[in-house]
C-alpha cells in the first residue's frame, strides 16, 4: 500500500483474506486518482458504480457534497463464499431432516418385541386393544401399532410367536394372523391358545380353540399341501403343526389343560417325559435333567388346577415313574431308584 495513503477502515475489512487483498488495492487504487478525477468526475458517482461492479452495499447515509477523501463507510455484500456458506447449510439442514425422518422410518418398522423368561408369565396389550398372556420362555413380536408406516394400517394385524400365549382379539375389519415357525393362525375374533417350540427333530405348533373361529395352516417348506387348511369353530377344538406335515384333524379336549398355566397351574396331555419336562422347565424357570433313558419311561397326563409347587409335580412324576429326583447346582434330576 502507498505510504500516502490511509489504510482501509476496520469496518470495511472483510473477515476473508482475498476479499480483504482486493479492498485494499480497490483502496489504494481510488486515493492514487482522487486528486486527478475530481475536478472533471462526481467521485461519489463514481464509487456508487464500482460498488456495484464490485457487489458492494450501498451505505444509507447521505453524500457529501464535492471532492473528498473520507469515504463514508460502505458495508459490504455478502459475496460468493457467504452465499456458498449459506447455500451450505441449507443442504446440510435438508440432509439432517432426510437422515432423521429415515432413521424414524426405519426404527417404527422394527418390530416390538416382549420376551418372558423360563417362570415368568405377563400379559401384553396389543395395539388394537386385543391381549395375549404370554406363558414363560416365550417372545411375542409385532408391529408397531400394526402399521406398516406412521398412519399408514397394514392390511394384517400380525404377531409372531416363539412358546406359549393364550390370546383374547378383538373384531376387527383387518385379519389377526399368528406365525409360528411352521403354522399360521388366522382369526377375526376369538379365543384362543398358541404353543409352538422348536424341538430337536422338527418344529410343533399347537392351537387349542375357547371361542370364534380360526383357521391353521402348515408354512414349513416344499412338504407342505399349500392348501390344507383346517377351521376350529368349537371350544376345545385342537389341531397340531408337526414340521412341514398338514394340520392334523380337530379333536376336542378339555380347556382346563389350556388354562392351567393361566392359573398358576400345570397340565399337559398324553406326553412324553422329556416333553414334560421341557414344559415343567418353561413354567417354573427351573433346569431338569432326565437320568433314564426316555425309552424307559411312559407318556403321562398331569392336571393341577392352580398354584403348584414344583416339587410336588416332581413327586408325582416319579412316583408314576418308579424314579426319584434330587436336586443339583443347577435344578433337578430325575433318576431311577
Not at 106 to 125: D, F, I, N, Y
Not at 252 to 274: C, E, H, M, S
Not at 281 to 307: I, K
Amino acid at each position: 500500500m502507498d505510504h500516502d495513503t490511509p489504510p482501509l477502515p476496520s469496518d470495511l475489512r472483510p473477515p476473508d483474506a482475498d476479499a480483504a487483498r482486493t479492498y485494499e488495492r480497490i483502496w489504494t487504487a481510488l486515493h492514487r486518482t482522487d486528486d486527478a478525477r475530481a475536478s472533471s468526475y462526481d467521485v461519489d458517482a463514481e464509487w456508487t458504480q464500482l460498488a456495484d461492479r464490485l457487489n458492494l452495499e450501498e451505505d444509507d447515509s447521505p453524500t457529501p457534497e464535492g471532492p473528498t477523501t473520507d469515504r463514508p463507510p460502505r458495508q459490504p455484500k455478502r459475496g460468493a463464499a457467504s452465499r456458498v456458506r449459506r447455500h451450505t447449510s441449507t443442504l446440510t439442514a435438508a440432509v439432517l431432516v432426510v437422515c432423521a425422518l429415515a432413521i424414524g422410518a426405519w426404527w417404527w418398522q422394527q418390530p416390538v418385541s416382549v420376551t418372558t423368561a423360563a417362570g415368568q408369565q405377563t400379559t401384553v396389550t396389543l395395539p388394537d386393544g386385543s391381549t395375549a398372556e404370554l406363558n414363560g420362555a416365550t417372545t411375542l413380536a409385532y408391529g408397531r401399532g400394526f402399521q406398516s408406516l406412521p398412519f399408514v394400517p397394514a392390511s394384517q394385524r400380525r404377531v409372531r410367536l416363539d412358546g406359549e400365549a393364550f390370546f383374547a382379539v378383538e373384531s376387527r375389519d383387518r385379519p389377526f394372523r399368528v406365525v409360528t415357525p411352521n403354522a399360521r393362525v388366522e382369526v377375526l375374533g376369538t379365543e384362543f391358545d398358541v404353543r409352538t417350540h422348536a424341538a430337536a427333530d422338527a418344529p410343533a405348533t399347537t392351537v387349542t380353540l375357547k371361542s370364534g373361529h380360526v383357521r391353521l395352516r402348515s408354512t414349513s417348506g416344499a412338504g407342505t399341501a399349500p392348501t390344507t387348511v383346517v377351521t376350529l369353530s368349537e371350544a376345545g377344538h385342537t389341531s397340531r403343526v408337526v414340521g412341514t406335515q398338514a394340520p392334523t384333524s380337530p379333536q376336542t379336549i378339555d380347556l382346563k389343560y389350556v388354562q392351567a398355566w393361566r392359573d398358576g397351574g400345570f397340565a399337559i396331555q398324553n406326553a412324553a417325559l422329556p416333553t414334560v419336562l421341557r414344559e415343567l422347565e418353561r413354567r417354573f424357570g427351573t433346569p431338569l435333567a432326565l437320568n433314564v433313558p426316555a425309552s424307559s419311561t411312559d407318556p403321562m397326563t398331569l392336571h393341577y388346577a392352580a398354584d403348584v409347587r414344583l416339587k410336588d409335580v416332581l413327586r408325582d412324576i416319579c412316583v408314576i415313574q418308579g424314579l426319584s429326583f434330587r436336586e443339583t447346582s443347577r435344578g433337578y434330576e430325575l433318576v431311577r431308584d
